[in-house]
């Protein structure tokens, strides 16, 4: 059995500003409104449910507010050299240099900040910092990048 959060309806969505190193249109800085979904995938659970929607909720939640309304920047990146100070963080990607005020910038464990590799690790966080029941057998996390295209991963627990 499916459980599904669509952050479209559920209020889980952020905007954020990134880039792709060597892409030809996406190199450039420019921002998406991103929509995240979850699936579960697992059987009922003696209580009911597969898993309580509002621990799910909670997590998601607390997770995008790192990202809302800053600028994503890979930290694992071989193409994108990170400077973090106090007040400051700057990115050097190619021939282009960024410099952005900290409180302003996410920096993100992913080699690049595509859809793919931010739904890999968003999924991957909450499989380590939920603890889900035994019924539940995966989780995965959507990514909207624009209404859609969606990118997903999926982590077996089980």
């Not at 931010?118 to 019924?135: G, K, V, W, Y």
């Amino acid at each position: 059995m499916i459980l599904e959060i669509d952050g479209g309806y559920s209020g889980i969505k952020f905007s954020a500003c990134h880039f792709i190193p060597r892409h030809e249109k996406c190199s450039r800085l420019h921002g998406h409104s991103y929509i995240v979904r979850l699936r579960l995938d697992g059987d009922i659970g003696e209580d009911g449910m597969i898993m309580d929607f509002v621990i799910l909720k909670r997590k998601l939640r607390e997770m995008i507010e790192e990202f809302d309304h800053r600028t994503l920047i890979p930290s694992k990146s071989k193409e994108v050299s990170v400077s973090v100070t106090d007040s400051s963080v700057e990115v050097v990607s190619g021939c282009k240099r960024y410099v952005f005020p900290r409180e302003d910038v996410a920096l993100l464990d992913v080699p690049t900040t595509t859809a793919e590799e931010m739904c890999r690790m968003m999924t991957l966080r909450m499989a380590s910092e939920i603890d889900f029941p035994p019924n539940v057998r995966s989780v995965s996390v959507g990514l909207d990048e624009e209404r859609g295209q969606t990118a997903w991963y999926t982590e077996a627990l089980r």
